[in-house]
């Protein structure tokens, strides 16, 4: 085991469940040493096979049963194991132990997920990311169960069987996979004015990261923390990747889908293998229970975030990924996540959305891990002993030793005891609550745009441009134009400009919406759901907008050598080693897998050849300098392949560096015609050094050039 998993009590624990196979003999699940595993038992050579085949018939047997049902939403997911330590006190504000001593790692199990496709679906499909941690702490199993958005669709858990069954696929012919642009979706979403702020992210680049190692996640609900005086305070969780939030474009999501359609799963395993480990800074938003008030929007409403400059985010710990799991369906499959997994210290709010959610995930593991033992299965283990009366049920693991499962008992001693409150004994945060049972939701709810309408103009124009155009490519597999004319009509509430951008495209009519949801009855007694215009308190919050991340790092990056025989190995390996030396990868791409031999005489081994990958899989190419190398590769067999991966990353807003003698390739290429400054392409012959090109890379994309390189 690697030093940085050392001293983690949760791979202390998993270990004692782990298996070798290495020199061992196979062995049946009994126990009973296997002398053939090739031939069943039959009557005579070529006779039938005879039922007494115990062998066969358990091998057959456990096969038969290996899949259990995927999760119904996000069931395509990659996980990894890693530390949380804290920075920063929150003593003050939570009795939380793993939140309040400064200097303490706790063990934790993420699990990263696509919400709609499948379990064998691509990571590049435009959707919300699942960003799911389980905290193993001293004082139990604590789940924030998050996403990589800050806000949710819906304000009501009673929608979510709706809203999940309007983006799965369609159900008569189960198409489309992975994809919220068909009917079913955009009808429920033009009559849920609600979800028009989730929308918004949802056609943003933040539905196509770059990488898991590259998003933001967020606890979206309000929830609370209580510390020792049993005083609350209301809580927003944040994660921000120290690596900087960053995109990919659609055009290359969707290339990746087909080249590489595991290129999320693929990253994070060889960002972790690489020690390259991913790492985010854990913050949250404070605010006073008596401030609940304060603000233009209801805490409680999920549809709605804080804005940062209203609210600061305090950083206060790291979370670092350090460890792959050991094994796919024992980790990452069985791991059950659920938000009503609280410590001492933490507690809830009373938004609708995340009271329903605390139903919904214990009853769903009941169905997808099959027994109420799920918790005893490694990966769901709490690293304090589990000590209750509950007993039996499938698959029960524990011995629970004596007479004794009911409480309050004489015979066991009373074991085990209650814990007071000075011992870690949960209580709940003890709130006034009272009010009529009524099925009505609060007006304070009934804004839908406002954050829409700061999270559009908080956007800069090429981030704007790719939501227009997100919208246009969804709304352009609707078939049913009423459909399309009612989205525009809710992005009218936003903005005129972007309705009337997208409708012209659609080839539809900006209309005014009058009721958008005819099907409630009159007398639902639910409030008008249609908002009234309102303007956000802030207008525009920078924290909304991807620009200003962090662009000073190449850190993990990978980038593409494309070269042939006769390239100029020294120039190549120099590059090689400063790119390397600031924790970037290098991979040579070549024609073929045979040894490149180098002006110098060496040979370099390619990784990858032409037709094995594509620029969509790196971040940036470096042209190997020398003139031979350049000629095979614009060799007519090489030629076409060569300039499509130059264009692509062209097009995709990549730095692309041509090392000296490419010069014909250069001009081969639809860079040649661009008439502007452009900083991520850079000319050996011109000037430009190895520098400008870690520089351009450390950008990450020129997005600002995105129309100029495109034209
Ligand atoms: Fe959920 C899984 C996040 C609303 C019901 N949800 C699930 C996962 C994540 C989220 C990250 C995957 C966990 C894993 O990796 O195993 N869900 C959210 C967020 C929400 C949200 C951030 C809103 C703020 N979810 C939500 C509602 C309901 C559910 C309102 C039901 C009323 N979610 C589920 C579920 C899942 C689930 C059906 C499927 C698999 C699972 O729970 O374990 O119960």
Redesign the pocket.
Same mark, same amino acid.
């Given at each position: 085991m690697k030093n940085e998993t050392q001293n983690n009590k949760k791979l202390d624990q998993l270990e004692a469940h782990s298996t070798s196979n290495e020199n061992k003999k196979l062995t049946t699940n009994q126990g009973i040493k296997i002398n053939n595993n090739q031939d069943s038992l039959k009557s005579g050579e070529r006779g039938p096979t005879l039922l007494e085949d115990f062998i066969l018939r358990e091998k057959i047997t456990h096969f038969d049963h290996e899949r259990i049902p995927e #999760?119904?939403?996000?069931a395509r997911?990659s996980g990894a194991h890693g530390i949380f330590k804290l920075n920063k006190s929150l003593r003050a504000y939570t009795k939380a132990k793993f939140l309040s001593e400064v200097g303490l790692e706790t063990p934790v199990f993420v #699990?990263f997920?696509t919400v709609a496709g499948s379990k064998g679906s691509t990571d590049l499909a435009r959707d919300v990311r699942? /960003? !799911?941690i389980k905290f193993y702490t001293e004082e139990g199993n604590y789940d924030l169960? !998050?996403?990589n958005m800050p806000v949710?669709f819906i304000q009501d858990?009673i929608k /979510?069987p709706d809203l999940v069954h309007a983006v799965k696929p369609e159900p008569d012919n189960e198409i489309p996979q992975a994809a919220s642009a068909h009917d079913t979706f955009w009808d429920f979403i033009s009559l849920m004015p609600e979800s028009m702020h989730m929308i918004m992210w949802l056609m943003s680049d933040r539905a196509i990261p770059r990488s898991l190692r590259m998003m933001e996640g967020f606890g979206?609900?309000s929830f609370k923390f209580i510390n020792e005086e049993g005083k609350a305070h209301f809580v927003k969780f944040h994660f921000k990747p120290k690596l900087g939030v960053h995109s990919v474009a659609w055009d290359e999501a969707q290339r990746i889908s087909g080249v590489d359609p595991d290129f999320h799963k693929r990253d994070l395993w060889e960002a972790i293998e690489n020690g390259a480990y991913p790492e985010w800074d854990f913050g949250v938003q404070l605010i006073p229970e008596e401030n609940e008030h304060q603000f233009d929007f209801d805490l409680l409403d999920?549809t709605k975030l804080v804005p940062e400059e209203e609210v600061p985010v305090e950083i206060i710990g790291t979370l670092t990924l350090n460890k792959n799991p050991d094994n796919f369906f024992a980790e990452t499959e069985q791991?059950?996540?659920h938000p009503g997994h609280l410590v001492p210290g933490i507690d809830f709010s009373n938004d609708p959305?995340l009271q329903? #959610?605390l139903f919904?995930?214990t009853d769903?593991?009941l169905s #997808?891990l099959g027994s109420p033992n799920f918790h005893e299965i490694p990966i769901n283990r709490s690293i304090n002993t589990v000590h209750n009366n509950q007993r039996d049920g499938h698959m029960r693991q524990q011995i629970a030793k004596g007479k004794v499962s009911y409480e309050p008992n004489s015979i066991g001693g009373g074991c085990p005891f209650q814990a007071m409150m000075s011992e870690g004994g949960f209580t709940s945060h003890q709130e006034r609550v009272s009010g009529e049972k009524v099925r009505k939701r609060s007006q304070s709810f009934v804004d839908h745009y406002s954050q829409a309408k700061l999270f559009y103009n908080s956007q800069s124009v090429p981030e704007q441009t790719h939501l227009q155009n997100a919208l246009v490519f969804e709304l352009s597999k609707v078939t049913i134009p009423e459909i399309r004319e009612r989205v525009v009509g809710q992005l009218n509430f936003i903005d005129n400009n972007l309705a009337q951008t997208v409708a012209e495209k659609l080839g539809v009519t900006v209309k005014k919406l009058d009721q958008p949801n005819q099907s409630i009855p009159a007398d639902a007694n639910i409030a008008d759901l249609q908002s009234e215009e309102k303007e956000p308190k802030t207008k525009i919050s920078q924290a909304l907008s991807m620009k200003d991340t962090v662009k000073d790092t190449i850190k993990s990056r990978k980038i593409g050598f494309i070269i042939s025989n006769g390239a100029d190995g020294a120039a190549l390996t120099d590059l090689k080693t400063k790119l390397e030396n600031k924790g970037a990868k290098a991979e040579i791409i070549a024609p073929s897998l045979a040894p490149v031999i180098t002006i110098d005489n060496k040979p370099l081994i390619p990784k990858h050849s032409l037709t094995s990958t594509a620029s969509v899989c790196f971040d940036a190419l470096y042209i190997g300098a020398g003139e031979k190398s350049a000629a095979e590769l614009m060799a007519p067999e090489n030629r076409h392949l060569t300039l499509r991966f130059i264009n692509e990353a062209y097009k995709h807003c990549k730095a692309i560096y041509f090392g000296s003698g490419t010069e014909e390739l250069y001009m081969s290429s639809n860079i040649a015609m661009k008439k502007h400054e452009d900083p991520a392409v850079i000319i050996s012959k011109d000037g430009g050094s190895d520098e400008q090109f870690i520089t351009a890379i450390a950008g990450h994309r020129v997005w600002d050039l995105e129309m100029e390189r495109n034209m």
């Open positions: #999760r119904i939403v996000h997911g #699990r997920s699942g /960003f !799911a169960v !998050a996403n949710f858990a /979510f979206v609900h999920p791991v059950a996540f959305l329903g #959610r919904s995930y769903t593991q #997808r």
